[in-house]
């Protein structure tokens, strides 16, 4: 069912730049503002550059952050900055990264995949999309004509001339070695022998993939191959627009890691902290846990260890500014499809990012969707710490913090053709930009 096939990447010269680490980026929409300010003065070849250059106030719709990134783009490949394999090749990566002081490893494949509409059940979502990000995507593509940041899709299932390789290529000398900023080791091989390619492609003939990151940018693509077949009189099917960049990762890999995506909340009515415990107890039973002000760190451990021992039973904790207890909700049996069981198909209402969102944001605090949606109401963090510090500091006044999702539910609800709401998942480490690079002509 899926295409998956090699092809000629362009890859930064190590004879001109150096040090990787001094090029590549995270992809684009986890970049802060100051990250994006400090990836420009990292180098002049950053690849920020391409993909979230700076605005300026003269920018029109002649010279702006888009037809700079081509003239940037055009010029490196000119000066030979990026230079393009002459054999079509996989590229196998490796990842190195710590979480919680263990290490681990992950591996991906990165290769072009036909592009196919959801409908047809080849390639799935699980998270929704806004129409803002992808006509600011979509104009990088119309002026680059190419794939900056691999889409992060996973599989299932073994891919056996794979399993082989990850084993084989840890003993050969990479392609490009580097640390970034983080502390994560990114490691990358190409494989061009033609048995092995060809074996690799048919095994994902049987396969579906599921986007895990990038859902963004694989719209993007999709509305891309309409104008370019629109716009291109020799379009054909194997013109490069129907296919894209693909970061692709088993979800058996010991290294595919789901961090919980907490929110963060900025009140406008004071009585909505108050009174916010009394009012959930009508759906949730109520642990409390008390901090004590000569061992914090204590009840912080008890609280976050409690809430993990108990993943997939619904527990959410949360956190209230100017207050120094913990608590534990817990839903009641029965609660969400009582409430909402000719709404919320079953799979959807067993997450927790489910009944966070329409139990406790919408039903108990009366957000409705564009309140769900505002940046400045709603902020996210992975990090149960910077959680606790934006509470302890005051810059919040509740934090809602959430056990991660199971890839378990993710390939069951996509597979149901169904959407979780947004940020149920946050894949971690995300793909790293610079190592490959696509281009659609």
Same mark, same amino acid.
């Given at each position: 069912?899926?295409?998956?096939?090699?092809?000629?990447?362009?890859?930064?010269?190590?004879?001109?730049?150096?040090?990787?680490?001094?090029?590549?980026?995270?992809?684009?929409?986890?970049?802060?503002?100051?990250?994006?300010?400090?990836?420009?003065?990292?180098?002049?070849?950053?690849?920020?550059?391409?993909?979230?250059?700076?605005?300026?106030?003269?920018?029109?719709?002649?010279?702006?952050?888009?037809?700079?990134?081509a003239d940037f783009f055009k010029n490196w490949i000119s000066e030979e900055i990026l230079i393009r394999d002459k054999i079509p090749a996989f590229y196998i990566t490796s990842l190195e990264?710590?979480?919680?002081?263990?290490?681990?490893?992950?591996?991906?494949?990165?290769?072009?995949?036909?592009?196919?509409?959801?409908?047809?059940?080849?390639?799935?979502?699980?998270?929704?999309?806004?129409?803002?990000?992808?006509?600011?995507?979509?104009?990088?593509?119309?002026?680059?004509?190419?794939?900056?940041?691999?889409?992060?899709?996973?599989?299932?299932?073994?891919?056996?001339?794979?399993?082989?390789?990850?084993?084989?290529?840890?003993?050969?000398?990479?392609?490009?070695?580097?640390? %970034?900023?983080?502390?994560?080791?990114?490691?990358? *091989?190409?494989?061009?022998?033609?048995?092995?390619?060809?074996?690799?492609?048919?095994?994902?003939?049987?396969?579906?993939?599921?986007?895990?990151?990038?859902?963004?940018?694989?719209?993007?693509?999709?509305?891309?191959?309409? *104008?370019?077949?629109?716009?291109?009189?020799?379009?054909?099917?194997?013109?490069?627009?129907?296919?894209?960049?693909?970061?692709?990762?088993?979800?058996?890999?010991?290294?595919?890691?789901?961090?919980?995506?907490?929110?963060?909340?900025?009140?406008?009515?004071?009585?909505?902290?108050?009174?916010?415990?009394?009012?959930?107890?009508?759906?949730?039973?109520?642990?409390?846990?008390?901090? %004590?002000?000569?061992?914090?760190?204590?009840?912080?451990?008890?609280?976050?260890?409690?809430?993990?021992?108990?993943?997939?039973?619904?527990?959410?904790?949360?956190?209230?500014?100017?207050?120094?207890?913990?608590?534990?909700?817990?839903?009641?049996?029965?609660?969400?499809?009582?409430?909402?069981?000719?709404?919320?198909?079953?799979?959807?209402?067993?997450l927790d990012v489910t009944v966070l969102t329409r139990l406790i944001l919408m039903e108990i605090l009366g957000m409705d969707q564009t309140g769900l949606d505002n940046e400045k109401l709603?902020?996210?963090?992975?990090?149960?710490?910077?959680?606790?510090?934006?509470?302890?500091?005051?810059?919040?006044?509740?934090?809602?913090?959430?056990?991660?999702?199971?890839?378990?539910?993710?390939?069951?609800?996509?597979?149901?053709?169904?959407?979780?709401?947004?940020?149920?998942?946050?894949?971690?480490?995300?793909?790293?930009?610079?190592?490959?690079?696509?281009?659609?002509?």
């Amino acid at each position: 069912m899926a295409e998956v096939i090699p092809f000629k990447g362009i890859l930064y010269n190590p004879e001109k730049i150096i040090r990787m680490a001094d090029v590549a980026t995270p992809p684009y929409d986890v970049i802060s503002k100051d990250e994006q300010i400090n990836f420009h003065k990292k180098h002049p070849q950053n690849i920020i550059r391409l993909i979230l250059g700076n605005e300026t106030e003269n920018d029109d719709e002649k010279s702006n952050r888009y037809t700079r990134a081509a003239d940037f783009f055009k010029n490196w490949i000119s000066e030979e900055i990026l230079i393009r394999d002459k054999i079509p090749a996989f590229y196998i990566t490796s990842l190195e990264f710590t979480v919680d002081g263990i290490s681990i490893k992950r591996f991906g494949l990165i290769a072009l995949v036909r592009l196919e509409t959801f409908e047809k059940g080849v390639i799935l979502p699980h998270e929704k999309t806004y129409s803002k990000v992808k006509s600011e995507r979509l104009q990088l593509m119309k002026a680059c004509h190419a794939n900056f940041s691999p889409v992060f899709s996973l599989y299932s299932g073994k891919v056996d001339a794979l399993n082989l390789l990850h084993n084989e290529v840890c003993s050969q000398s990479p392609c490009s070695d580097f640390t %970034d900023d983080k502390g994560h080791r990114h490691r990358l *091989w190409k494989i061009t022998d033609p048995d092995i390619t060809t074996s690799i492609s048919a095994s994902f003939i049987n396969k579906i993939l599921y986007i895990a990151d990038g859902h963004h940018r694989y719209e993007t693509a999709l509305n891309y191959k309409e *104008w370019e077949s629109k716009n291109n009189k020799q379009f054909s099917s194997d013109h490069p627009a129907n296919f894209i960049m693909m970061y692709l990762c088993s979800m058996e890999d010991p290294g595919l890691i789901i961090l919980p995506a907490h929110r963060l909340l900025t009140c406008a009515d004071d009585s909505n902290i108050s009174d916010f415990i009394q009012k959930t107890s009508e759906y949730f039973d109520i642990r409390r846990i008390q901090s %004590d002000k000569n061992e914090p760190e204590k009840a912080r451990s008890l609280f976050i260890s409690s809430l993990r021992s108990e993943e997939g039973t619904n527990k959410i904790g949360v956190l209230l500014k100017n207050n120094n207890n913990f608590y534990i909700l817990s839903l009641k049996v029965g609660i969400i499809s009582e409430k909402y069981g000719n709404e919320i198909p079953e799979s959807l209402m067993n997450l927790d990012v489910t009944v966070l969102t329409r139990l406790i944001l919408m039903e108990i605090l009366g957000m409705d969707q564009t309140g769900l949606d505002n940046e400045k109401l709603v902020s996210y963090s992975s990090s149960d710490k910077e959680t606790m510090e934006n509470i302890s500091s005051g810059r919040y006044d509740i934090a809602f913090i959430l056990n991660p999702t199971k890839i378990e539910q993710v390939r069951k609800i996509a597979g149901e053709g169904l959407i979780m709401p947004r940020k149920s998942t946050y894949f971690y480490p995300k793909v790293i930009t610079g190592q490959v690079l696509n281009k659609l002509t």
